[in-house]
């Protein structure tokens, strides 16, 4: 008989596996938008979250001292830290912040690219992105890219050595959802690295279709920031991802233009 306890959780023995590290969690985080360091310390421990993104352009890590520094809020030794490139539009600004955030943090390696090619939609510029991911993987950078839902420039990245790749399921802060989930189902289908869905989540449903979809996890920030009660969405949002995972792993039920009987009267005695 199988036992209820089976399946609790599927996290400790279907783990995220970024750059050679296994995770429990599959949501991923920001550390902006919040009134304050203490709601994001809450927010951040609510949602389970082990990856943190930060962006360095605009968080205090140590550069200034006479600032509330992040890290005592998010200690490095309770995370993973995602420093990212937000508000770069050139590579060059983004490979020199990525260089920046590792001197601040050790030799940390792991980041997260982002070059923006427009201040209004804030969609990446493809172009630069491909030109700092080359230079920065060449540097020995463990590159998370953030993308377009573009299939073919998905697994170019891919193919060039990141090791995740960040397709937008709509504009950054827009909350609008999984937009295009057919271009999300082509990526999966040739991906050969974690795909993780970055921005464009709204609420806790746009989470789980993301993690039916195959995707192997979400980052957002505005999501849970922005919402009324940041902590229950943080809260929302974790539920969210482990059902959605859990729902992919079991595999729906083929969609029907009308149902059968649940109960068949074939062979039945009246």
Known sequence: MVQPEQFVSTQIDDPLVIGGV???????????????????????????AEIVTVAIRRTNIGQDPDQPNLLDAIPPHRYTLLPNTAGCYTAKDAVRTCRLARELLDGHALV?????????????????TL????????????????????????????????????????????????????NIRFILDEATVPIIVDAGVGTASDATVAMELGCDGV???????????PLRMAS???KGIEAGREAFLAGRMPRKRYASASSPIDGTFF
């Open 131 to 182: 030109a700092a991911a080359e230079e920065l993987i060449k540097d020995d950078f463990q590159v998370m890219v953030y993308t377009n839902d573009d299939p073919i420039v998905a697994k170019r990245l891919a193919d060039m050595g990141c090791v995740a790749v960040m397709p937008l399921a709509a504009p950054i802060g827009s909350g609008l959802g999984i937009r295009n989930p057919y």
């Open 236 to 238: 929302a949002m974790k």
């Open 22 to 48: 296994a995770y429990r969690s599959r949501l991923l985080v920001g550390t902006g938008k919040y009134k304050d360091l203490e709601e994001t310390q809450r927010a951040v421990a609510i949602s389970g």
């Open 112 to 128: 997260k690219l982002e070059v923006l090619g427009d201040e209004k939609t804030l969609f990446p510029d493809i172009t630069a």
């Open 219 to 229: 980052l957002m920030n505005t999501a849970i920031a922005h919402a009324k009660d």
